[in-house]
């Protein structure tokens, strides 16, 4: 649009700002909320200006909620979601692009299928599974009657169980399971000119080392985007974390916080509970805005 | 003794065949150029070479060894990309070394031969820049020194010059001739510019429809085309073709427009056949003989060409920079027998006795043209 109107400007501008306001007042006023003392919570009107409890309401809520724990368990399962997630996207990306196998595009397309299962979608099945990883095994040995054969051979009943519930493995796995970084990878790799490939044959290098001398470094920038997304997206489980943890050992900060909220009758600190969403919030604030800046460098040593 | 050979090769893609039993030979030390139109099938005929595709029968060999089931890696050679291929996250010294840290090869070793190539290559002050950072001429000297720094026994060039410009692409011809002519590797060039062919090559092959038109000398090819094919692709402007129909004594031969052309000697087929007969530009005399009409005259600087007809033919004709004479709407003509070539309608030349055009029939006879080797 190269339009020169002011009076369209300043119309798209109001909205815009007004966007902005509807957006950032209610943290702002959780931020202020956060600084208060218990006493000035409930005044009327609501102040608008900080006060100097901010410290003292984060060290109530880390102690209240039992954020040591808690914070743990969410840096190490996010980790594990980011982490494996890039793994496994980019060394699928690299099986799908780099190599001419049966199904190849069968099994392109069932792992795209799974962009549209979302984790909430197949969230029965996957506890199923993840309450006991070996039950298709169990069926399958049912189904065929070789449970029946053990049985009535050797009188031992086969019952397979392992389970994932209230571990790190049965938190992040599923999570881990979707397409998104594996078609983000698959298209990028698309992008790189075959002969780079042929180049590096010629040169003697085999596809392992293929993939780590040269893939990986022209990655980076893809594989910073992915951290970013996948840092927040596995932060901000909930349901998932809620269904496959039972006790507080393996819980994350999300349902902490939902913890911390008082019951009907219990007087609402609400200052030391949003000074806990403030330090829940802060892990993928900083993570944006430190791979922002780490973009930006990415953008500017561009070696094309 | 042959570095490079190829016995029946054939390769498919699918059904599609793009090579037909290709047989072909070169010599050790020789810059041998393959020239074609696109599609001809020439880059298939160096990828499997390289070893980038697989044959679909057939064997090549290189040095006596057959290589058609080895990794590139393990055949020896070198190759040169179109696009140069550099690793765009390496500095120009990684990208120099990188087959050398493939192979294992000590680090301070590494740096030694780095530094010799980039000497020869006049790369020393860019070895740590980017390759987004050189210029395209630039970047093909790092693309050759790549191939260089391997010491293989077989050069590979797959049209590496045809993303420069015009100017770049003449001073790198010189250098890459050059570099041959110090190094003496064998080379295999693929291009689809004839003056490119035919001022790098020791032996010449020109292909066509995946097949094999002609081998030999640059100059032995220009002067005796074997096809019609060749005829018109070697050459600027290239060789006029028109049709003819033989005499009744078959010593002379009638085009469309009524004139006529007494050769002095038989054509070695019936009276009555038709054939095409082929000039090139610069052979055609002007100033007196068959009156023909002008289309116009292009100024070339060091001379002039000019658009005939005869019948409904285009016809042109090169005139030297001395030739002053002012061209009208006709003109006449002469086509000096001796410099004429013969036809076939299936496009085969005509062997002619007096002026001894060598038989070579394209689908027959394995093709080797040995050629010094340059050391």
């Known amino acids: 649009m190269i339009e020169k109107s002011p009076i369209l400007n300043f119309v798209t501008h109001a909205i815009l700002l007004a966007a902005a306001f509807a957006m950032c007042f209610p943290i702002y006023v959780s931020l202020i909320t956060a600084t208060m003392p218990f006493e000035r919570v409930a005044e009327v009107p609501k102040p608008l200006w900080p006060s100097d409890q901010l410290l003292v309401n984060m060290a109530a809520a880390w102690k209240k909620g039992a954020f040591s724990t808690l914070f743990m368990n969410s840096i190490i399962s996010t980790l594990i979601i980011t982490v494996g997630k890039i793994v496994i996207a980019m060394i699928t990306a690299f099986a799908l692009v780099y190599f001419r196998f049966r199904f190849r595009a069968l099994a392109f397309w069932m792992i795209f299928i799974t962009l549209m299962l979302p984790l909430e979608v197949r969230i029965v099945p996957t506890y199923e599974i993840v309450s006991n990883v070996l039950l298709p095994i169990q069926r399958i040995l049912e189904w065929t009657g070789l449970a029946w054969l053990i049985q009535t051979l050797s009188g031992v009943r086969v019952v397979l169980k392992l389970s994932l519930i209230n571990t790190y493995l049965g938190l992040t796995l599923p999570l881990i399971a979707t397409a998104t970084g594996t078609f983000l990878f698959r298209q990028f790799f698309l992008t790189i000119p075959d002969e780079l490939a042929e180049a590096s044959k010629m040169d003697g290098s085999g596809a392992l080392r293929f993939f780590w001398d040269i893939l990986l470094p022209l990655s980076r920038t893809n594989i910073a985007a992915l951290a970013v997304i996948m840092f927040v997206f596995g932060w901000n489980q909930y349901l998932w974390p809620l269904l496959v943890t039972t006790g507080p050992e393996y819980r994350t900060l999300t349902i902490g916080l939902t913890a911390m909220q008082p019951g009907s009758d219990a007087t609402a600190d609400w200052n030391v509970i949003l000074a806990g969403a403030l330090l829940v919030m802060m892990p993928p604030v900083l993570v944006v805005v430190l791979a922002q800046r780490w973009f930006v460098k990415g953008l500017v040593n561009t070696d094309k | ?375």
Do not use: W
């Open chain 2, 1 to 375: 003794m042959a570095e490079i050979e190829f016995s029946n090769i054939t390769k498919s893609f699918g059904t599609t065949q793009v090579l037909h039993s290709l047989n072909l030979s070169i010599e050790r030390g020789a810059f041998a150029v393959i020239l074609g139109p696109s599609g001809c099938g020439k880059s298939t005929l160096l990828r499997l070479l390289a070893g980038l595709e697989k044959v679909s029968s057939g064997e090549i060999s290189i040095a006596g060894r057959r290589v058609e089931e080895l990794q590139p890696r393990e055949r020896d050679v070198a190759m040169v990309f179109q696009n140069y291929a550099l690793y765009p996250h390496m500095t120009v010294a990684q990208n120099l070394g990188y087959s050398l840290r493939v192979a294992g090869v000590k680090r301070p070793e590494i740096e030694k031969r780095v530094a010799e190539v980039a000497r020869t290559l006049q790369l020393d002050e860019y070895l740590k820049r980017k390759p987004g950072q050189l210029s395209g001429g630039q970047r093909q000297r790092v693309a050759m020194g790549r191939a260089i720094i391997r010491e293989p026994k077989v050069f590979l060039f797959d049209e590496p010059l045809s993303n420069l410009d015009a100017k770049l692409r003449t001073q790198m011809r010189l250098e890459i001739k050059r570099l041959h002519r110090k190094q003496g590797v064998t080379s295999l060039f693929v291009t689809h510019d004839q003056i490119e062919a035919m001022t790098l090559a020791d032996i010449l092959i020109v292909m066509n429809k995946g097949r094999i038109e002609q081998v030999g000398r640059p100059a032995d090819i220009y002067e005796k085309p074997a096809s019609a094919f060749v005829a018109s692709f070697l050459g600027s402007p290239p060789m006029n073709l028109i049709p003819a129909t033989v005499d009744t004594d078959n010593r002379g031969i009638v085009f469309g427009d009524g004139m006529k052309i007494s050769l002095g000697y038989a054509l070695p087929v019936a009276p009555g056949t038709e054939i095409v007969a082929g000039i090139r530009p610069e052979h055609v005399e002007i100033g007196n003989g068959h009156i023909v009409p002008v289309e116009f005259a292009e100024e070339l600087g060091n001379g002039r060409q000019v658009h005939l007809r005869i019948g409904d033919m285009a016809v042109s004709a090169l005139l030297s920079a001395n030739d002053k004479q002012v061209i009208g709407d006709a003109l006449a003509i002469k086509l000096p027998s001796e410099h004429l070539h013969f036809f076939a309608k299936d496009g085969r030349v005509i062997d002619v006795q007096p002026t001894a055009h060598t038989v070579s029939k394209p689908e027959t006879a394995e093709r080797t043209v040995s050629v010094p080797a340059l050391v």
